[in-house]
């Protein structure tokens, strides 16, 4: 079981190419750390793999499976960023919000410490830390088999990052999940991860 990239390249419009044949594979089960300077093409690689923006050159495979782009939140590579608040509906009550992925673990609920009343509430009567352990969760479904964290909880403090890092390391070992960790963090990288891949 694997999460591969082969031959990856992409540009914006008619700029230079961020990168060309670039291979990269995430094994089920596997944490992995990503690294490099600013501008690299981190982020682009992230949105690559779980299907958010169209290949340009090379293919993506889950599991064997060519992965296309436009699966949303039954997404098995499922991306989770830094600003939670770009990725949820605004008009939506957070429990709309945590339904779209399917049923959520109530396990998985409480290792988030996500309280019941926040989700009868909107995102903006949420903090920061509070919206993304709610983002965290609705990536964390049963069909979800990989998941980038691109920078995922680089704005929160420190005792919300080490819960959300807990939950996530509990899940990818529950359900034998790979996690690309993208982060300019270097103790976290160094805390989390089995290897380490430098841009
Ligand atoms: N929507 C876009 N349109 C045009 N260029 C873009 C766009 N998004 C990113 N880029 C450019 O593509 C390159 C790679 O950006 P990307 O965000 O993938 O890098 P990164 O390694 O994640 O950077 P950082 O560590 O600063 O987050 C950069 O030069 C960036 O300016």
Known sequence: MVLEGKSLGYRYGKEAWVFRNLDIHLEAGEIVGLIGP???GKSTLGQLLAGHVGLQEGRVSVDGV??????GLRNPVQLVLQHPEQ??????????????????DPSMQSELSIEDDWLDRYPNELSGGELQR?????????????????????????????QIWRAVLSFAERQ???????SHEQELIKRLCDRVISF
């Open 87 to 104: 990725a949820v509906n605004p008009r939506w009550k957070l429990r709309k919000t945590l339904q779209e992925s399917g049923v959520i």
């Open 134 to 162: 709610i983002c965290v969760a609705r990536a964390l479904g049963e069909q979800t088999r990989y998941l980038i964290a691109d920078e995922m909880t680089t704005m929160l403090d420190a005792i919300t990052q080490a």
């Open 176 to 182: 034998r999940a790979g996690v690309l960790v993208i």
């Open 66 to 71: 060519p992965h296309g782009q436009g699966k």
């Open 38 to 40: 600013s501008g690299c």
